[in-house]
Structures are given as structure tokens and as C-alpha cells.
């Protein structure tokens, strides 16, 4: 990723007044700071607001993606409702929680703000109060900082008491945790389960995760509520970036390689047409500030002391310094989440202990060959493409064609035709696989079938 080639004003300025500083609501939804109270725009969460949304980049068996019946009705991501009401003294309270957290640290009003998604007035307020109850003090005048005293935990303590629970949960003695795994044999209620669209305008069509009822879209969904880091991994082709995208249109992507380095997340410095220095945040800093969900993909690539920079921002501190920017802190807003992939199979693809110990989740992604016969690919080459996969788990052969070449086996027939198709599918495998694949590839179509390559020159006769 170059990021010298961001200009150096990265953030969005707000719709109405053209101010900048941007942070995300509770519904997910990313807004500026002052598009929260600015009267030039109904209220977040009124009817016409809306927000400025970031375009993107079994059993005894590993968690996977399991073929999902066909979908009924077409689901788009979800954007719901504005930030809850508090009691009061409630929004008092979460200041002291925060505060009380972080202690010994200072934080100013704003980044308690960003931190509870509430308004930094509010919060400013609030601090006041706690300060002149001394259940905080004063850390620094500017920038304005508070810090915990000793009585912060106890102002903190009505908005960690537990609230009553709801009628049916007090009945039964569970409690909600508001993203409830799904029943055995029955669908999760409130399920993504028809396609969505993805930044790119294709669409996704949501798998279940294998042993669950619960579709893959959801299941990343909840998995960031509860703040577990998921990583995808499996073969090239198969599904892991889409099914990101798909999750979470407004995620920042790291396109991991073997050259990315530590500016290539945290950003650096780049000169303005004045000839001047500014830095420029990369996509971790973010990420984290707009409280989006960041996706490193082929994170294996990354050199492992590269990727040990993302490990605060994921670990409880949800903190990082930025070294190259004056030891700058960087705290993670609320909505700000973590999901890798990883292909195992790619040469130079190493997974440490610390990475895969900071993915409490790992899905494997293999290709859903009934999708393909879904989506119109010729049930000849899917055929072939699960003979091969099947070969493949036996350990007869190496490759298999993947959901990708099985989409582009379908444009390339609708191009050269299927001749064409099937001899390209046969150039394209491992040559250490090609005569395999050639003989699968014969059974099915009934013919041999070589290579794609370039005939005899045109000449005067063949014009
Ligand atoms: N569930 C799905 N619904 C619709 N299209 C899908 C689905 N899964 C994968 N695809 C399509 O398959 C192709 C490959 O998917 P994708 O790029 O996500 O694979 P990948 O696993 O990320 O591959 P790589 O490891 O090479 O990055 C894409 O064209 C994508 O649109
Ligand atoms: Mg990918």
C-alpha cells in the first residue's frame, strides 16, 4: 500500500459544515464530530440522516463456511438506530468508568467521547462534575486531560451495576448477551442470509459457518460485538476477502506482503505542494480513530515484526504510540476491530504463535461448489473441480480449481466459448498437475483437451 500517496488531508469534512474530525455511531454508521449537533443537519438517527459510509478495499473439524440453502430475499447491510438515551447521571457515570480504566493515564474529553460514541460536550461537562466532586482530577490544562482519583471507581460503580434483566431471561435464568449463538436446527434470529452487496458492487452470498445455523456474514458481526478477532484462511480464490467485505463494507484494508512495513499501517511523513512535511495517518491509525473494523489481508505476509504493532491496538489497551510521529497515542474508538486472512499455502506465509494466539477465532474457507452451480457455472467444470478437490484432500494432486476460476471459467465461455474455457482451466494448473487435471478434464467433456494456446498465423486463406 503506498500511503505517500494520501493527500495530506485524510479526514472527511462534515456534510453541513464542512468541519473535519470524524468518529462513528452506535449504529456502526461513520459521522463527523460536529455532524452529531450540527443544526445544519437532522438529528443522527432522524428520518433522511444519513451517514457517510466508507467504500471499502463441524464437529472434530476446523470452524468453515458450509454451503447455505438459496437464499430468499435479498438483505443489505443493516443501519439502525441512533444512540440510546441515558438516565441521569447515567452518561456521568461512564465518564468515571473510562477514567477509572485508564488509570493512571489522562484522557481528554474527547477521547472519553469517542471512546462511550457520545457527544464531547456532554462528556467535557461531566468531567467537570467528577472534578469538582473529586471523583477526578485535572492531569493538564491544555490539551484538557482528566485522570481517576481514588473515588472514580465508586462514582463509576451505577453504570457497571448489572440492569434488571428482561422478564423471560429472569424466567428462565439466562441472560441475553445481545449476539445469542443460534439454537441447533433453527436460523438466528435477525440473520444475514440473502446476498449482500459488497463495496465493489458484486454480490455475496452468505455461507453458514459449518457445525452452527448461524450465516458467515452474522457470525463476523457478532464476533466483533464481542470483540473476538477472527482470522479466515484457506486456498486463493475461495471466499475469505469477500466475505469480509461483506461483513463489514465500512472496513479499512492492509493488503499484506512481504515488503509491507510499519509505515505502511501507522503512516508517515509526506510532503505537501507547499514543500512542507505532514504526517500522514496510515490505515491502523484510522481505523482505530474512526472506529471501523480493520482487515489485514494475506497478514501471514507480513513480516511478524511488522504486524507486533497492530498487537496493542488488539490487545485490552486498545492503545498504540506512534514511534515515527513524536510517541503520539492513539487510542481504538468503539467499533474498532480486527479480522485477518491467510492462505497458508502461499510461499513465505508464516503464522506465529502471537499472531494466531490474537485470533481467538479461525475460520477455514475451502470453495462452495454448490454456490457455483448456483451462480451458472457450467456443472461440467464443476464437476471436474470437485473430482479435483477431492483428489486433493486424498493428497493425489495439489491443486484444485477454486470458486474464483470457476467464475472465470464462466466468463471466459461466454468470450471464446467452452472449448476455449476448458483448455484454459487445463493451462492454468501446477504443471506438476496438468496431465491429472487434463484426464479429469477429458472424462468430463469427452474429449481431450490441451492447453489454451495461439494457433497458426492468419493468413489470406483464413481471413
Ligand atoms: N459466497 C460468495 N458469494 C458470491 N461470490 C463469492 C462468494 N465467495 C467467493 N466469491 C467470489 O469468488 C471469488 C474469489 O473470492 P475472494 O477474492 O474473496 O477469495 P480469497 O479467498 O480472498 O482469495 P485470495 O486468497 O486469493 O485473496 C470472487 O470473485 C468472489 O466474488
Ligand atoms: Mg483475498
Not at 147 to 161: D, F, L, N, Q, V
Not at 207 to 233: F, I, N, S
Amino acid at each position: 500500500m503506498d500511503e505517500t500517496a494520501v493527500p495530506a488531508v485524510v479526514e472527511p469534512k462534515c456534510p453541513g459544515c464542512a468541519l473535519g474530525d470524524r468518529r462513528v455511531s452506535a449504529s456502526g454508521e461513520i459521522v463527523t464530530m460536529h455532524e452529531l449537533s450540527c443544526t445544519a443537519l437532522p438529528a443522527p438517527g432522524a428520518a433522511g440522516t444519513s451517514g457517510v459510509r466508507r467504500g471499502g478495499p463441524s464437529a472434530g473439524k476446523p470452524l468453515g463456511m458450509a454451503t447455505m440453502p438459496a437464499p430468499a430475499a435479498t438483505a443489505r447491510p443493516s443501519v439502525s438506530a441512533a444512540v440510546p438515551r441515558l438516565r441521569s447521571g447515567e452518561l456521568r457515570a461512564m465518564v468515571a468508568g473510562v477514567l477509572a480504566d485508564s488509570a493512571p493515564a489522562a484522557l481528554t474529553p474527547r477521547v472519553i467521547a469517542a471512546r462511550l460514541n457520545r457527544s464531547s460536550g456532554a462528556v467535557g461537562n461531566a468531567c467537570r462534575t467528577l472534578a469538582g466532586q473529586g471523583a477526578a482530577e485535572v492531569a493538564s490544562t491544555s490539551p484538557l486531560a482528566y485522570r481517576a482519583t481514588t473515588t472514580t471507581a465508586t462514582a463509576a460503580a451505577p453504570a457497571r451495576a448489572p440492569r434488571r434483566k428482561p422478564a423471560a431471561a429472569r424466567r428462565t435464568g439466562t441472560v441475553s448477551t445481545g449476539a445469542p449463538a443460534a439454537p441447533a436446527g433453527k436460523r438466528s434470529a435477525g440473520a444475514v442470509t440473502g446476498p449482500v452487496l459488497r463495496p465493489n458492487g458484486t454480490e455475496y452470498h452468505p455461507r453458514l459457518v459449518a457445525g452452527t445455523m448461524l450465516p458467515d456474514v452474522t457470525a463476523l458481526r457478532r464476533l466483533k460485538e464481542a470483540g473476538v478477532a477472527a482470522l479466515l484462511y484457506g486456498p486463493p480464490g475461495t471466499g475469505k476477502t469477500s466475505v469480509v467485505e461483506a461483513a463489514f463494507p465500512d472496513c479499512v484494508t492492509v493488503q499484506g506482503d512481504g515488503d509491507t512495513v510499519v509505515a505502511d499501517l501507522v503512516g508517515d511523513y509526506t510532503k505537501t505542494p507547499d514543500g512542507e512535511f505532514v504526517f500522514v495517518h496510515g490505515p491502523l491509525v484510522r481505523a482505530m480513530r474512526e472506529g471501523v473494523p480493520l482487515f489485514i489481508d494475506d497478514a501471514t505476509l507480513i513480516p511478524p515484526t511488522v504486524l507486533a504493532v497492530v498487537y496493542p491496538a488488539m490487545d485490552g489497551r486498545r492503545q498504540i504510540v506512534v514511534k515515527a510521529n513524536g510517541g503520539e497515542v492513539v487510542d481504538a474508538a468503539p467499533g474498532f476491530y480486527v479480522v485477518a486472512g491467510h492462505n497458508p499455502g502461499v510461499h513465505g506465509a508464516v503464522l506465529t504463535d502471537a499472531l494466531s494466539s490474537r485470533f481467538s477465532v479461525q475460520v477455514q474457507v475451502s470453495s462452495d461448489y454448490d454456490l457455483a452451480d448456483q451462480l451458472g457455472v457450467d456443472p461440467k467444470v464443476v464437476r471436474v473441480a470437485r473430482n479435483l478437490a477431492t483428489r486433493q484432500e486424498r493428497g493425489e494432486v495439489g491443486w484444485a480449481p477454486q470458486l474464483r476460476e470457476l467464475l472465470a471459467f464462466k466468463k471466459i465461455t461466454a468470450v471464446l466459448g467452452i472449448d476455449a474455457a476448458a483448455a484454459n482451466l487445463v493451462g492454468i494448473a501446477p504443471e506438476v498437475d496438468r496431465d491429472t487435471v487434463a484426464a479429469v478434464v477429458r472424462d468430463a467433456f469427452g474429449r481431450i483437451v490441451k492447453p489454451l494456446a495461439l494457433g497458426a498465423r492468419i493468413t489470406a486463406t483464413t481471413r
